[in-house]
DNA sequence: AATTATAGAATGAACGTTCATTCAGTGGGG
DNA sequence: CCCCACTGAATGAACGTTCATTCTATAATT
C-alpha cells in the first residue's frame, strides 16, 4: 500500500532541497527529514537517488508542458505562437525559481545530457516547438538552420535572463521579457 | 623550491579530469596520479581542491582571453568587432573540447556563480564586451537593453550550439558558424 | 648534516544503501 | 465486543565505500 501523497511529499523535498544546495549537498537522509519520513521509507518509493532525481524531473516536465501549453493560439501565425511560448518558458521560470534551479542542474549534469540525447534522436512530431520551426522554415518565415542552432538562438538567451533574474543580476519585468522575446524572434526570423 | 612545471601537471591534469568526470567524479587520488604525483604532493601546490579548481579556471580564462583578443580589429566598427569576438569565442570552444568543458561545469556551480556575481559588480571598464555594447547602444547601432540581457542574446546560443557541437548533436562547419553568429547579430542590433 | 620536497599509508567525515526491528492497522475467532 | 495473530509499511542504526586531507618516513637537494 504505498501513498502517493508521500510519493510527492519526497518528491518535493527533493525538488527543494536540490534546488538550494545541488545534488551533492542533498543527502537522502536530508531529503527524508525534509519529507518528513525516515531514510529508508524512500527506497519503498524509489529504487535509488539517480530514479528519485529522474522522477523529480519528469514531475517537472509534465509542469512546465502545462504551463506552455495554455492557452496556445492554436492556427495562429508562427510569429504569433513563437512569442506565446516564449514568454510563458520566461514566466514559468521566473515565477518557479526552484523548479528553474532543478531543471538547470538536471540538464548540466549525465542525466541532462541523455536525456537530450533521447530527445534530439527521438521524434520529433511531438514536440510542439520542433513543429513550429520547421513549419516556419517550410513558410521561409524563419531561417533555414538546423533545428539544434534555432533552439539556441531562440531558447537560449531565454533560460540565461530567467538565471539572471533569479540570481538577481537583473529585474525583468512584463515590457523587458517582451522586448527581450522580441529580439529572440529577430534571430531566428529570416 | 615549487616547481612551476608540477604546478601545471596538477592543473592540466585536474583539468582533463573534471572536464571529463566533472568535479565529484575526480577526486584529489585521481587527479595526483594523472600528474605523476601523490596524492599528498598536490597540497604543496594548492591549498585545497576548492583552491586548484579556481586556480585552474583562472588559468583557462586567461587562454580564452588570449585567443579572443588575437588579431582584435581595434577601431574598426561595432558589428566588425562583435563578429569577431563571437567567431572567436565559438572556435576556440569547438577547437577545445576539454577546456569547454571544464568552464562549462565551473560556471554551473557555486564558484562559477560567484565569479559571475564579482564581475558583473565590478569595473566595467576593463570588460571589453561591455565596452562593446555600450559604444553600440550610445551610436544607436545596439538595442537599449540592460547589458546581462545583450549578454544572454549574444554569447547564450554560441555556448549552446558548441556545446551541441562537442556532445555531437550537431557538425559546426566555417558557414554555419558564420550564419549563426550574424543570427546573433540581428538579435542585438536595433 | 640540515633542510625541504615527495610519496603513499592513515585518518576521519560523509554518503548511499541495507536490514533487523518496531509499529499500526486489519480481520477472524471466541 | 474483545482479543490476538498477521501483514507490510516505516524506522533508523549500522555498513561499506569513497573522498579530501593529514601525517610520517624517505629521498633529494643544498
Not at 69 to 82: H, L, S, T, W
Not at 98 to 124: D, H, I, T, W
Not at 148 to 171: C, K, N, Q, V, Y
Amino acid at each position: 500500500m504505498v501513498k502517493p501523497e508521500k510519493r510527492e511529499e519526497i518528491i518535493g523535498a527533493a525538488l527543494e532541497l536540490i534546488a538550494g544546495h545541488g545534488f551533492h549537498g542533498a543527502p537522502m537522509a536530508m531529503i527524508a527529514e525534509r519529507a518528513g519520513v525516515a531514510a529508508g521509507t524512500i527506497y519503498r518509493y524509489f529504487e535509488s537517488k539517480d530514479v528519485l532525481i529522474r522522477e523529480t524531473y519528469v514531475f517537472l516536465e509534465g509542469q512546465m508542458l502545462a504551463s506552455v501549453m495554455a492557452r496556445y493560439p492554436e492556427g495562429k501565425p508562427v510569429r504569433e505562437r513563437f512569442l506565446h511560448i516564449s514568454k510563458k518558458i520566461v514566466n514559468y521560470f521566473i515565477g518557479s525559481p526552484m523548479e528553474f534551479r532543478f531543471v538547470e542542474q538536471f540538464f548540466n549534469s549525465p542525466y541532462g545530457v541523455a536525456c537530450r540525447r533521447e530527445k534530439l534522436l527521438g521524434r520529433k512530431d511531438q514536440d510542439i516547438c520542433a513543429e513550429l520551426f520547421e513549419e516556419g522554415c517550410r513558410l521561409q518565415i524563419i531561417k533555414d538552420l538546423p533545428l539544434p542552432i534555432l533552439f539556441a538562438l531562440a531558447f537560449g538567451p531565454l533560460i540565461d535572463i530567467s538565471r539572471d533574474h533569479i540570481l538577481e543580476f537583473i529585474t525583468l519585468d512584463a515590457l523587458l521579457i517582451e522586448k527581450t522575446v522580441a529580439a529572440c524572434w529577430d534571430a531566428v526570423k529570416r
